[in-house]
């Protein structure tokens, strides 16, 4: 179970994050939904200490921390249970697909460097990339980077992953192949958190979804009851000009 309560966070005068609260429990996918500058990356930044929320309490199972005041190990004892999936990918330049893999398990999980090589082909070929493992980013596609990404936080073993928009760089033609893996980590019953766009992914697997706006919570409910009877007018207008959008684009 992951719990954050009363997230705050301004960068100045801007206050992006206005007191947002959040309940996954384990295993459960939730998908946060919302317009651009709605404080959706900032919140999954702050859970994971790459921003320093102004305020707010995070609970992971039996662990409690402020988001503001935690120190250097509670920090790392909060990210040792998480991973982080970027929309960028955030992959090392000058490593490959399996140094990039690898690199987590050898210097944040202490693993010896022949299990965590072990470890990290078997989740290369999870993803389906078994011959590109000396491969450096600059000679993989977006989608195959993407899932280098994924393989790098799936072998973790984490039990919290968060997803920031991890398909908004595609091409979109490699859109859909992401998706289908990330569905896949579903399947697994990890525990994940999900920021997107992707209104059919939304409604596909997640558990929970969640629309945020202006920096708040504006409502949360089962993909049915948001997508088919939203109960805020905010969440109507978002959705509405969001599919009419998708449906001009298939076209």
């Not at 200490?49 to 662990?63: P, R, V």
């Not at 280098?148 to 799936?154: E, L």
Request: charged share 25%; hydrophobic share 40%.
């Amino acid at each position: 179970m992951i719990e954050v309560n009363n997230v705050k966070k301004s960068f100045g005068k801007s206050e992006v994050l206005k007191g947002v609260s959040v309940h996954v429990e384990d295993g459960e996918v939730v998908v946060i939904l919302g317009p651009s500058g709605s404080g959706k990356t900032t919140l999954l930044r702050c859970i994971n200490f790459l921003e320093t929320a102004d305020s707010g309490e995070l609970t992971m199972g039996n662990i409690s921390v402020n988001l503001k005041k935690a120190n250097k190990k509670q920090i790392l004892h909060i990210r040792r249970k998480m991973a982080f999936v970027f929309q960028n990918y955030n992959l090392f330049a000058n490593k490959t697909a399996l140094e990039n893999v690898m690199e987590g398990l050898v210097t944040a999980r202490k693993i010896p460097k022949d299990k965590a090589k072990e470890q990290a082909k078997e989740a290369l070929d999870w993803v389906g990339l078994s011959d590109k493992y000396d491969y450096y980013p600059s000679r993989l596609s977006g989608g195959q980077q993407q899932r280098v990404g994924i393989a790098r936080a799936f072998v973790l073993n984490p039990e919290v992953i968060l997803f920031d928009e991890p398909t908004s760089a595609l091409d979109p033609e490699l859109v859909g192949e992401t998706l289908d893996l990330i569905k896949r980590v579903a399947q697994k019953g990890i525990t994940m958190i999900v920021v997107t766009h992707e209104m059919s992914f939304a409604q596909d697997v997640a558990d929970k979804v969640i629309f945020m706006d202006e920096g708040v919570v504006v409502e949360e409910g089962s993909p049915a009851q948001i997508f088919s009877r939203p109960k805020e007018e905010r969440t109507k207008q978002f959705l509405s000009r969001i599919i009419s959008l998708e449906s001009n684009y298939s076209i």
